[in-house]
């Protein structure tokens, strides 16, 4: 079965947690994702610029390693990602920004991304909130 | 046409009866995160969770229950990750309220 999965929430809150653990039972349950979007505060999660203390999970890079891993098509939303200061390299020159904390594997595109691949999965699943 | 629907907000703090309204007969409920105080013991959730219909299927997430040092009634299956995505096959959607 195809999975779309989206995330609303930042790597510190609990369900960036729950989606990465889902995404990883969705791939080894034999099920294909065929879209990752992150969406609102969930852009932070594709930022390279978090650092986390050492005793805590870094969940930033986890789902990094996750995507790398997977090859997985792992889309941010740049109208969020914007807002937040997200900005690819593209971006940030197009703006005039200095500080560049998306490089791929993620991609910046629309939320149309988000309505295909909801149309092209089995199945989507949102997390967000706590 | 049947949906699992998520929930990870407290019911403490986000009323449940308005997301248990729209709930159909054949349904599921997964609760995730502070949801899971629903669970409560002679809670006035766990009393709306308990007057649903038996039809509705009522799950929680193991890792969340433990972390919160909780335990599932009879009427609530616990599931891990991989049961999650089961249950996510075996409904129509997947409606999360976030």
């Given amino acids: 079965m195809k999975f779309a999965i989206a995330l609303f ?18 791939l080894a349950g034999g099920h294909e994702i065929n879209r990752l979007f992150f969406y609102q505060d969930g852009v932070h999660n594709a930022s390279g610029g978090i650092v986390t203390p050492q005793d805590e999970t870094d969940l930033a890079a986890q789902w990094r390693a996750f995507v790398e891993r997977h090859e997985l098509d792992a889309v941010v939303c740049i109208a969020a990602a914007l807002r937040r200061g997200v900005l690819d390299t593209q971006e940030a020159q197009r703006y005039g920004r200095a500080a560049v904390a998306v490089t791929p594997p993620w991609e910046l595109s629309g939320l149309g991304q988000l309505h295909e691949a909801a149309q092209q999965a089995d199945r989507l699943v949102c997390f967000g909130g706590v | 046409m049947t949906t699992l629907h998520l929930l990870s907000q407290s019911p403490f703090t986000s009323p449940l009866d308005s997301i248990l309204r729209p709930l159909g007969v054949r349904d599921g409920l997964l609760l995730c995160g502070d949801a899971c105080h629903a669970l409560q013991p002679g ?54 309220w976030l």
């Fill in chain 1, 9 to 26: 929430a930042p790597p510190h809150a609990p369900s960036s947690r729950r989606a990465l653990r889902f995404a990883e039972a969705v």
């Fill in chain 2, 43 to 96: 809670s006035a959730p766990l009393e709306l969770l308990e007057h649903l219909p038996a039809s509705i299927a009522i799950h929680a997430l193991e890792e969340d229950l433990q972390a919160r040092n909780l335990t599932a009634p009879e009427r609530v299956q616990v599931v891990d990750y991989p049961d999650f995505v089961e249950l996510c096959t075996r409904y129509d959607k997947v409606n999360g």
